[in-house]
């Protein structure tokens, strides 16, 4: 690794842990929200789907802004954006306001997670494993950290609002650490519009998009609907807050191993495989007998969804050699992913409503994981290179 790599291992700490939290501290707290905001479910799913839809739609713009203010600038307004969004929902007492929020933080969240898939290729071309298995575990660590002490510090305050408003101090921590640490000249090699469009036409580019946002979606519920589903079945606040919280640490803990393991070859289906097979034992573990060792439930799902996140990154970014194409093949994969992820939650509250429980939720996520189970056969190494053979030979613009 170059000198710089601490500094910059400890930015990619420091930013991924920024990432989640503000999804994951809303279940928790969601029977203190509605009591106060008089929300619906359906109300309360708009605070996951509208970030997530913001995440997915923002994210193809993403190699077109670091192109133009480089990642430094980019990073840094973006994160300025996170904290905002947090620290505005301190004074937030409608659903409407916290639905705005909720956009600010998906915006900031969106450029992102668009441009540091190239910074991390570009900074560790021989450790990328390593370093996108690190920012994936940051990003589920932050989860668990927003499930957590959101109620806790909620109830320390006797006000939710402080509970979802504590997340601005370590996003503006994470800004001024990415104008430090960042070089000011740093851009990312311009990606063409000819070339963007090139990726949109190939097959590959929308298999990536349907699989990232298919298992993106079993995230998303869980982040919604996971406290609220064992709060009807009695748990508290706390109890349940700290159940995701288990769930999100799994989910680091499969995001940081998986990618490491995976290194050795360039075929990621079988750990793929693998990470699929435990979401479906999770979800079937909810459906069937969800109180029978909900803990295990979470866990196991949570493996799997922090895993499968990790290494299908790995993957976008194992597609093409050059940094800025793969990074723009990782964010238009985003761009197309976290808008069908962003829907799930609505779908589960619509099926709670008319079924009046979460199990047909859960029963829906576990046919999701099956059907991209089937897709994962069609990515193996030998077809990368066939799968965007036109995008990979247009010489990169300086």
């Known amino acids: 690794m170059a000198s710089g790599a601490p500094a910059m291992l400890g930015l990619v700490v420091l930013v991924g842990l920024n990432l989640r939290p503000f999804l994951t501290a809303t279940g928790p707290l969601a029977p203190a929200i509605r009591a106060s905001t008089g929300m619906t479910l359906q109300g309360m799913s708009l605070l996951t789907l509208m970030p997530m839809l913001l995440m997915g739609l923002c994210a193809f713009a993403g190699p077109a802004v670091q192109a133009a203010v480089g990642a430094r600038g980019a990073m840094a307004w973006a994160l300025l954006l996170l904290a905002s969004g947090s620290l505005l929902r301190l004074w937030t007492s409608d659903g409407t306001g916290l639905v705005g929020t909720a956009a600010l933080l998906g915006l900031g969240v969106a450029v992102v997670q668009a441009v540091f898939p190239a910074v991390l290729k570009h900074h560790f071309p021989r450790q990328l494993a390593v370093a996108t298995g690190l920012y994936s575990a940051m990003l589920m660590g932050g989860g668990a950290l927003g499930a957590r002490l959101a109620p806790v510090i909620a109830s320390a305050a006797g006000d939710w609002h402080a509970g979802l408003a504590w997340l601005a101090l370590p996003a503006l921590a994470a800004a001024v650490a990415a104008m430090r640490i960042l070089p000011a000249a740093e851009r990312s090699e311009a990606v063409s519009a000819i070339s963007a469009r090139a990726l949109l036409r190939r097959p590959r580019t929308w298999l990536l998009m349907v699989s990232f946002g298919l298992i993106n979606g079993g995230y998303s519920s869980i982040i919604a609907w996971l406290p609220p589903f064992y709060q009807e079945r009695g748990w508290s606040p706390a109890a349940s807050g700290g159940l995701l919280a288990l769930m999100a640490l799994s989910q680091a803990t499969a995001a940081l191993l998986c990618p490491v393991l995976a290194r050795r070859g360039r075929d990621r289906r079988g750990w793929l495989w693998l990470t699929m097979a435990l979401q479906a034992i999770g979800f079937a573990g909810l459906v069937a007998m969800p109180d029978f060792l909900p803990s295990l439930w979470a866990m196991t799902v949570g493996a799997g ?23 723009a093949l990782a964010a238009l994969m985003q761009g197309g992913g976290f808008p069908l992820a962003a829907i799930a939650p609505w779908v589960v509250a619509l099926l709670h409503e008319s079924t009046g429980g979460f199990r047909a939720g859960w029963a829906m996520h576990l046919a999701s994981v099956a059907f991209v189970a089937c897709l994962t056969i069609r990515l193996a190494p030998r077809s990368y290179g066939p799968a965007l053979a036109i995008v990979a030979e247009r010489p990169s613009p300086r």
């Open 305 to 327: 969804l922090g895993g499968c996140f990790a290494l299908t990154m790995l993957v976008a970014l194992d597609h093409l050699p050059d940094p800025a194409r793969a990074g």
